[in-house]
């Protein structure tokens, strides 16, 4: 199969010809048809994730058809359309038998801790626990795109910030993660204050249901400014972004106790944001993180985009080929972009 591999991190990935993936005995193979491009593939690449181990392929957000089924496999066959959490549970340890696969205790990730979506085929571990069934009139890009960064945002909104229908939501940085937790939350009836460097960005978080905008700067107040326009603050604030600013900014935007999420990844040099403690006790806020979304709450989600009350195609910004995908990867920080770019044409 071609694949794209790096042989050192922050090293120029190529495109190589490597043996096609087998299944192992409770896993599948799946025929890529689309892979998004993440910010998270781009920290894999420059090092930033001990779990990542050279050489590698990098991708995780993938959709894609079942090319080989495992003898253990009881519910897939080849075939199948299908799509997966970026996070896999190993269906053993006590976080999988509660149901939070998220958090596993010994969790597998394509594009991190195995090699990864930016290539024709990748074998996926555990099927009958991680898989998720795609509807027929769902395209791969689509459901690509919510590999990680929708599914990732709709976990940190609904279930873990716990969003109510007009409470105040500050999403600081509107790429992918934070333009997505935006479309969601206004599908719950929450009222939204979007917060980015970029009018493009911003622009788009408008389309999307942002009804005031704040464009950071060195000159920007962004706390006082989401504080005045929520009349006191954020019930909900996230960080989509993961730097140390914005996770700040996140966490003194919040009203008295008030919720912040972490969504945007802190790995390396980002990874002990300076948090103001006194204002978490002194009025009382939530610091929760959120790391991606178990299988099994997939279907409440589709349900939404089967109605038409979520549609996640309108995140996607172009679509490129696997050639295409090494710029992207290593060019991520240095472009503006709104929205999600994915994978399509594995030629």
Known sequence: MKAVIYE????????????????????????????????????AWGGHDSTVQIPHVPGHELAGTIEAVGRDVHNWKAGDRVTVPFVGGCGSCSQCHSGNQQVCDDQFQPGFTHWGSFAQYVAVGQADLNLVSLPANMDFATAASLGCR???AYRGVVDQGRIKPGQWLAVHGCGGVGLSAIMIAKA????????????????????????????????????????????????????????????????????????????????????????????????????????????HRYPE???????????????????I??????????????????????????A
């Open 188 to 295: 719950m009836g929450a009222r939204i204050v979007a917060i980015d460097v970029t009018d493009r960005s911003l622009k788009l978080a408008q389309q999307l249901g942002a009804e005031m905008l704040i464009k950071a700067g060195s000159h920007t107040d962004v706390v006082g400014s989401v504080r005045d326009v929520t009349m006191g603050g954020a019930h909900l604030s996230i960080d989509a972004l993961g730097i140390p600013e914005t996770c700040t900014n996140s966490v003194r935007s919040l009203r008295k106790r008030g919720r912040h999420v972490q969504l945007g990844w802190m790995l390396g040099d980002d990874s002990a944001p300076p948090i103001p403690m006194d204002l978490v006790m002194g009025n009382e806020l939530e610091i929760i993180g959120s790391h991606g979304m178990q299988a």
């Open 150 to 152: 929708f599914v990732t």
């Open 321 to 346: 080929s696997l050639e295409q995908s090494i710029d992207a990867l290593a060019n991520f920080e240095k472009y503006e972009r709104a929205g999600i770019t994915v994978i399509t044409d594995f």
């Open 301 to 319: 989600m589709m349900a939404l985009i089967a109605k038409g009350v979520l549609s996640p195609d309108r995140l996607i910004h172009e679509t």
């Open 8 to 43: 050192a991190f922050g090293q120029r990935p190529t495109i190589q010809t490597v043996p096609d993936p087998a299944p192992d005995p409770h896993g599948v193979v799946i025929r890529v048809m689309a892979s998004g491009v993440c910010r998270s593939d781009w920290h």
